[in-house]
């Protein structure tokens, strides 16, 4: 007879749910290139914040795996990232089936637009290449620079681990996202380039500072939660 396993609780299938979600929602966003206009005029990025798509749904990514890695442990948030690395892989293949799959004429009533469906959710092989790339190293820096800067403070200081780890693998993402894709196998001048990376870093970046609360307030919630559990069902 096969030992059972406990049972995974919500708030953890809820994590690994937000991650997964918001890593293949970034890999169809990251074509489109946003702009922020700012009050002021910032070195590099200039009186504007240009960044792709994907930022905004990548950013949770960290807030997702920031909070597993302090409430699971490193080993248990390293294989999140792994899953979500797969998930990629099997989102592009059932886009690009769906894609090259045989379709009604376009002159068929209510058929699409095929040509604007290939372009929208078949972003080209650059992007694809450099999101996977930025992603596997990214990730993967940010769970051991969670954990390393816990260990360097016995386990004190959430905003400190959260932020630094955040703020370094953005930096790391950012960079190789932008000089695989948009320059080594795009069209985009260096110049272009270092401004994008100005731009797609201090989004992040405020990300990262502005998402510490929630994360204390999701740790703090689900902590209180098990404890209750424990004390509810622990002998008397």
């Not at 690994?16 to 590099?44: D, H, N, R, Y």
């Not at 270092?194 to 870093?201: E, H, K, N, S």
Request: hydrophobic share 55%; proline share 4%; net charge negative.
């Amino acid at each position: 007879m096969s030992e059972s396993r406990p049972a995974l609780s919500p708030e953890q299938v809820g994590l690994v749910g937000l991650f997964v979600t918001a890593i293949v929602t970034a890999q169809l966003t990251a074509s489109k290139l946003l702009m922020f206009q700012l009050p002021v005029e910032l070195p590099l990025a200039g009186g504007a914040l240009v960044l792709p798509g994907a930022a905004l749904a990548y950013a949770l990514t960290f807030f997702a795996s920031d909070c597993y890695s302090e409430l699971y442990g490193r080993k248990a948030a390293t294989v999140v990232v792994n899953v979500g690395f797969l998930m990629n892989l099997v989102m592009l293949v059932l886009v690009w089936s769906t894609i090259e799959a045989p379709a009604l004429p376009q002159s068929a009533p209510g058929q699409i637009d095929l040509a604007a469906f290939r372009n929208v959710l078949g972003s080209g092989t650059a992007i694809v290449v450099a999101s996977l790339s930025a992603y596997v190293v990214s990730q993967n820096w940010d769970v051991f620079a969670f954990h390393w800067i816990r260990e360097a403070t016995d386990g004190d200081h959430l905003w400190l681990r959260n932020i630094g780890s955040t703020a370094t693998s953005q930096l790391v993402d950012t960079v190789i996202f932008i000089l695989v894709g948009f320059v080594l196998l795009g069209s985009t001048s260096l110049s272009g380039a270092v401004a994008l990376i100005a731009g797609q870093y201090l989004f992040k970046l405020f990300v990262a500072v502005a998402d510490t609360p929630f994360v204390y307030a999701v740790v703090g919630a689900v902590r209180s939660r098990e404890s209750a559990s424990a004390t509810a069902y622990s002998p008397e």
